[in-house]
Structure formats: structure tokens, C-alpha cells
């Protein structure tokens, strides 16, 4: 997917790069293998690219040409180094909120993850992607639901200036694009039944490594038998069943807070034993000084 040779950008706490791991890897790499289905053929432009993984993810998906644009010129100048090698690929330094520079009509698709609740001006946000995309182009856009990123998890993010509750992201994509389709996402524990040979979803791992379907090797094998094919029911070649209590993820949750308590209190103890022994010894050097005197 990418060019590991060039070094990877920092991490600043929420900019993603392909070397973050756990359930930050598996939301920003989802997005762009979904948008990755609308990218065949077209002309996209990927606003607020970041490090630039999602725009290559696109432009090797068959994309006509891909255009990554960024705020942040480091951001920009890493993502041209890093992959130079996809020519349909180029990146620019852009606002996202300020498109006056691109022509009108001049894109199919246009691409922005986690952009929204990081702009004042969303208005001027959809109102450049409406001008830039064609009659019968496509608009793939994502933010987090306030309600359950916020105000039910007890999460402030300092980087995110205005968050949306649902009904306020589709009024404001409303008033730019008559027509919304609306999805959810979530990373969720679930037992997963797929049916062979079948290539639903998409794959990737850490290494960069990508491909479309489902090629884990199961733990269980499921068969449903008859007499003849045409007595066979139609199932669902995928099925995904969820623990609507998620207690994987509480159990996994608690043990990354355990983890970052105990840290913070190893802390403490390593600076309280500093102090002892900068006591002990200014107490040994008093009293070798009396004893000298």
C-alpha cells in the first residue's frame, strides 16, 4: 500500500498514519476500502488527505486520477515521497474549506473522512464539494455521532471543533445534495459466518499487505446438507452476529485503562523514590560533614 522506506509521520494523538494499530487502524483503513468500491474509472479528490495511505488506497482501486489535498504542508510533502510510485496519485496543500482554486465539475468523487468536526466552517466545506463535483458525482463523507463518541463515552476531544449529532450532519449535508444514503460505522467484537470462495468485505494487516475478501482460516466449519441443490435454502453468504452488550470490548477497554493507571502510578512511585533518595543523600552528606567538623 505504501512505501515504508520513508520514515513515518508522528503521531499526534489523532492524525492517523498506517503504523497506529488497534481499533484506529481498522476505522480509517474500513473507510477507504469502502469508498475504495466507487473509485474504478473516476475522478477523485480526497480532501483533508493526511499522511496519504486513503488517496493511495484509492488510486490503486482504478481510479482515473486521485487528487489528496491537505492542510498541513509536512503532511503533503511525506505523502508525495511516499508514494511517487502511483501515477493517476498527486497531493497538494489545500484547505479543504477553501477549494476556490480547483475548476467547477471537475471531480466524480469526492472523499473526506474525519473532516468535518475539525472545520468551523462546515457550511463552506459541502458548499466546495458540491461546486467541484460533477452533476452526477458522489460525495462520501464521515464524522462521528456527538451522541455516542461524546456525550455517552464522557469523551472531550480537544482536535474536533464542532461535532454533529445525527440529525444535524444530515440537515446540513441536506441543504448541498437532495439525495443521502446513510451508513453507521463501528468496530465491533462479532462472531462472523462467510461462505467460502465468496469475496465479501476487504483485508489488509500491518505490513501494508491488501486484498478484497474474507481469507481467515475459520475455526469452525458450518454445512448445511440436503438431497439436491434445489432443496437447499438461500442464505446469506454473510452473516454477523453481535454481543449486543459488547463485553469483549468493555473487558478490552478496562484493560487498556488498568494498563494506563498502573503506568501513570509507576510514574509516581519512580518520582517519590527520587525524592528518597535525594533525602537520603543530602541526610548521609549533613552527616559526614558533622562528623568532619
Not at 469502502?34 to 480532501?47: E, P, S, T, Y
Not at 508514494?83 to 477553501?98: I, M, Q
Not at 494498563?259 to 528518597?276: D, F, M, S, T, Y
Amino acid at each position: 500500500m505504501s512505501d515504508r522506506q520513508d520514515p513515518a509521520l508522528p503521531f499526534t494523538g489523532e492524525r492517523f498514519t498506517p503504523e497506529c494499530v488497534r481499533e484506529i487502524w481498522y476505522e480509517h483503513l474500513h473507510r477507504y476500502a469502502f469508498a475504495a468500491q466507487l473509485a474504478n474509472g473516476r475522478r477523485v479528490l480526497d480532501a483533508a488527505s493526511g499522511e496519504g495511505f486513503g488517496s493511495a488506497m484509492l488510486a490503486s482501486a482504478g481510479a482515473r486520477s486521485v487528487l489528496g489535498v491537505d492542510i498541513d504542508p509536512e503532511a503533503v510533502a511525506h505523502a508525495q515521497r511516499r508514494y511517487a510510485d502511483r501515477p493517476a496519485l498527486r497531493f497538494e496543500s489545500g484547505d479543504a474549506t477553501r477549494l476556490e482554486s480547483l475548476e467547477s465539475a471537475s471531480f466524480d468523487l469526492v472523499c473526506s473522512f474525519e473532516t468535518l468536526e475539525h472545520v468551523e466552517r462546515q457550511e463552506a466545506l459541502l458548499e466546495g464539494f458540491a461546486r467541484v463535483l460533477t452533476e452526477d458525482g458522489l460525495l462520501l463523507i464521515s464524522t462521528p455521532d456527538k451522541r455516542v463518541y461524546s456525550d455517552l463515552a464522557g469523551h472531550d476531544n480537544p482536535f474536533h471543533v464542532r461535532e454533529l449529532y445525527r440529525a444535524e450532519f444530515e440537515a446540513l449535508l441536506r441543504r448541498h445534495f437532495p439525495a443521502i444514503a446513510l451508513w453507521g460505522q463501528k468496530l465491533l467484537f462479532q462472531s462472523v459466518i462467510w461462505s467460502p470462495g465468496r469475496q465479501q468485505g476487504w483485508q489488509a494487516n500491518v505490513e501494508g499487505a491488501e486484498q478484497p475478501g474474507m481469507a481467515y482460516e475459520p475455526m469452525y466449519w458450518i454445512a448445511l446438507c440436503a438431497r439436491s441443490e434445489a432443496a437447499l435454502s438461500a442464505l446469506p453468504s454473510l452473516h454477523l452476529f453481535g454481543d449486543a452488550a459488547e463485553s469483549v470490548y468493555r473487558h478490552y477497554d478496562e484493560e487498556i485503562r488498568k494498563g494506563i493507571r498502573a503506568g501513570h502510578r509507576i510514574l509516581e512511585l519512580e518520582a517519590e523514590v527520587e525524592q528518597l533518595r535525594a533525602r537520603l543523600a543530602a541526610s548521609q552528606d549533613a552527616q559526614e560533614k558533622g562528623e568532619g567538623s
